[in-house]
């Protein structure tokens, strides 16, 4: 089946320093690749909707300057999570593409800012 | 407004007793309905899917899920649990529009031995 690849699965940084995280779809091409951030005890949110060779749609609430969304070709996006705070502090799974109305998940990264 | 609703945070149960987790949507149609689960350590997986046709729909790892359109619900069963069941599972529902994803709050499974 279809594969997404999200790396890295842990990371810890200092408070101030810029983090990224890539999200590959490995055997398929991806136009659309989804960011989600899970709180603690709470669901996922959606964060943005990645385009390939397009600016991110951000969520309401989202600060687009902080969380950095590049999507420079079909098979790769990546978010940065630029001076990282404690706050940002969580859970960030990527998604790509829904074919025959499913979704592809990328395993997650664990981010503690420190 | 399309919403999705898992009315219990946690639900505990004895390995090998029956389970079901409760999901409840909220929509003016006929919905796709999804249920996902995420084991620790582990990224998401597809469990089932609903589109349409049979009500009944068969998933992997031996769950089953029931679309009841007078109850608005998708509740997802298992007759014998397992103590790799443990995990936080999700009832996900696609928007028309772009295919983002409307998020149940998760249900945590705990299995007692």
């Known amino acids: 089946g279809a594969v997404v690849s999200q790396h890295p699965s842990r990371v810890i940084c200092k408070s101030g320093t810029s983090v990224k995280i890539e999200c590959r779809s490995l055997d398929f091409q991806a136009t659309t690749m989804f960011w989600y951030r899970q709180f603690p005890k709470q669901s996922l949110m959606l964060m943005a909707t990645s385009n390939e060779g397009s600016k991110a749609t951000y969520e309401q609430g989202v600060e687009k300057d902080k969380f950095l969304i590049n999507h420079a070709s079909l098979t790769l996006s990546t978010l940065t999570v630029t001076s990282a705070h404690p706050e940002d502090s969580s859970f960030y799974i990527c998604?790509?593409?829904?074919?025959?109305?499913?979704?592809?998940f990328g395993q997650g990264t664990r981010l503690t800012v420190v | 407004a399309q919403s999705v609703t898992q009315p219990d945070i946690h639900i505990t149960v004895s390995e090998g007793a029956s389970l079901e987790l409760r999901c409840n949507y909220s929509?003016?149609?006929?919905?796709?309905l999804f249920w996902y689960v995420q084991s620790p350590g582990q990224g998401l997986q597809l469990l089932l899917k609903?589109?349409?046709?049979d009500t009944l729909v068969q998933g992997i790892k031996g769950f089953e899920a029931e679309f009841k359109r007078s109850q608005s619900s998708f509740n997802l069963r298992k007759p014998s649990v397992h103590w790799s069941d443990a995990a936080e599972y999700f009832c996900?529902?696609?928007?028309?529009?772009?295919?983002?994803?409307?998020w149940g709050a998760g249900t945590k499974l705990i299995i007692k031995p």
């Open positions: 998604s790509a593409d829904l074919r025959e109305e499913e979704a592809f």
């Open positions: 609903y589109f349409s046709g």
């Open positions: 929509y003016g149609a006929t919905p796709y």
């Open positions: 996900v529902f696609p928007m028309d529009s772009n295919y983002q994803l409307i």
